[in-house]
């Protein structure tokens, strides 16, 4: 038995082991830093959404220097948006919080909070006008201060010596007001202040215009306006400036802008409201119409009365002559009538003299305004201003072939220093695998790293097989 135990057990063969597949290579992780994945999402937000129009309303609008910040929401979202002073500065209106807009502009990150927003190029207000909604605005910003109110309108003079008139020399508006005056009150001394009526500039222009006619003694009466035209080519005579600058006139002022059916800002502002320029100039010698009027019926009236004397007093006169205590009186009457007679003939004598010498003053003086003729004069300041923009042209041209020679002098600044000239000679530049460094030291590189070389022409992906140090 002792044997049977003692033998070893037969050992069955052992199963041959199942391949194991190869060990993958070790990961390498690539850990970027806040600022990098910022970036990154910046790049791809500004690439993919670089012009996008979004539809939502305002909310929490600030200003703080001079830039807009507000939010965009509707009934699910919000999206912070922030636009340029440069930009805003365009905006005929002033976006205020609950308004429904439509905004133009770009997805970018704004780094420091890491949050997305809109930076806005462009805004209208969604459903009415930009210029609509602009003009409701100041009109009732401007009524709530009592610039329309009834109680500080002035009223016309009733014999202006000097007239104001603020308008463009090259429209039909100044030829339409000079031709009324010059039929109706030929004596009117009128000042014309030239200024651009249409366009960015205009409006700044027109209340400078309406300050230096404000300084000139004796001005009486203003007339500021133009022909007509579209909302855009009127949208000066809205402008805040041209309103509060009306306001500040000293003198009464007519708004004569565009045809009839056409309201400005600078109508409601003004003293009086003209439907077109013609009428301006009627609505300024009116007055003199109704003065000239109203002499002539006093003229009538006092006839009439005189007339209404001598008929009583020639009655009188008969019914005393009449009596016999009058005998011999008509004899002597009529020596008196003949003696008044002479000296009404020399009164004549004398006061047709004077009117002679009336006339040939009214004449001399007449020959000297001719020597004032308004059309003779802006013939001359026309001509001053050919000649003023024959220089600015030359000026700018002279400027500008300046500023191309110094332009092509950095030009070739620029390509002597650039780093393709570098390349161009047989140089080359050499990236690390994600392209965030440029290799420098072949120690910051290990064999099996992938680098990027760029050429004058083109570039290579590399392997790195070995790094020496020189």
Not at 50 to 77: M, P, T
Not at 207 to 228: E, F, K, M, Q
Request: hydrophobic letters at 45%; proline letters at 6%.
């Amino acid at each position: 038995m002792s044997d049977l135990f003692d033998l070893p057990f037969e050992e069955e063969p052992a199963e041959p082991e199942p391949e194991r597949p190869p060990a993958p290579p070790p990961v390498v992780r690539r850990i970027l830093s806040v600022t990098e994945l910022t970036v990154r999402v910046r790049d791809l937000l500004e690439s993919q959404f670089f012009e996008v129009w979004i539809e939502g309303e305002l909310s929490n609008c600030r200003s703080s220097n001079g830039h807009l910040y507000f939010k965009l929401k509707d009934s699910q979202a919000q999206l912070q948006g922030f636009m340029f002073r440069s930009t805003l500065r365009y905006l005929r209106f002033k976006p205020a919080d609950g308004m429904h807009v439509v905004a133009r502009g770009k997805i970018t990150v704004y780094e420091p909070r890491g949050e997305y927003q809109l930076v806005c190029e462009h805004l209208e207000p969604h459903g009415l006008g930009a210029l609509q909604l602009a003009f409701d605005q100041l009109k009732k910003r401007l009524q709530a201060e009592g610039l329309f109110d009834a109680a500080r309108k002035r009223p016309l003079p009733a014999l202006p010596r000097k007239i104001g008139i603020v308008t463009s020399l090259d429209g039909a508006a100044i030829r339409d007001i000079i031709k009324v005056l010059q039929r109706r009150h030929p004596n009117a001394h009128l000042v014309i202040r030239p200024s651009r009526v249409q366009g960015e500039d205009a409006a700044p222009d027109i209340a400078t215009g309406l300050r230096a006619i404000s300084r000139v003694p004796g001005v009486d009466v203003v007339i500021v306006g133009r022909g007509g035209g579209s909302i855009e080519d009127l949208w000066a005579f809205n402008e805040e400036r041209v309103a509060r600058a009306i306001a500040r006139m000293p003198m009464p002022v007519i708004s004569a802008v565009g045809h009839e059916t056409d309201t400005t800002i600078a109508d409601f502002v003004a003293d009086v409201r003209a439907p077109t320029p013609s009428a301006a100039a009627e609505l300024v010698v009116a007055r003199k119409d109704e003065f000239w009027a109203h002499i002539d019926r006093l003229r009538d009236r006092g006839h009439a009365a005189v007339q209404r004397r001598v008929q009583m007093a020639s009655r009188r006169a008969h019914l005393v002559g009449g009596r016999p205590a009058f005998a011999g009186f008509a004899g002597r009457l009529a020596m008196r009538a003949r003696f008044a007679g002479e000296l009404a003939h020399a009164l004549a004598r004398l006061g047709r003299a004077a009117v002679a010498v009336r006339e040939r003053r009214v004449q001399t003086a007449d020959r000297q305004l001719a020597t004032f003729d308004v059309g003779r004069r802006l013939a001359g300041i026309r001509v001053r201003l050919v000649s003023a923009d024959g220089r600015l042209t030359a000026g700018a041209h002279r400027r500008h072939a300046r500023a191309d020679a110094r332009l092509r002098q950095t030009i070739g600044r620029l390509e002597s220093l650039s780093p393709l000239a570098v390349l161009g000679r047989g140089y080359a530049v050499c990236w690390n695998a994600d392209r965030t460094r440029v290799v420098r030291d072949a120690a910051t590189v290990a064999p099996g790293d992938g680098v990027h070389v760029k050429l004058a022409r083109g570039e290579l992906e590399c392997d790195v097989r070995a790094a020496k140090d020189s």
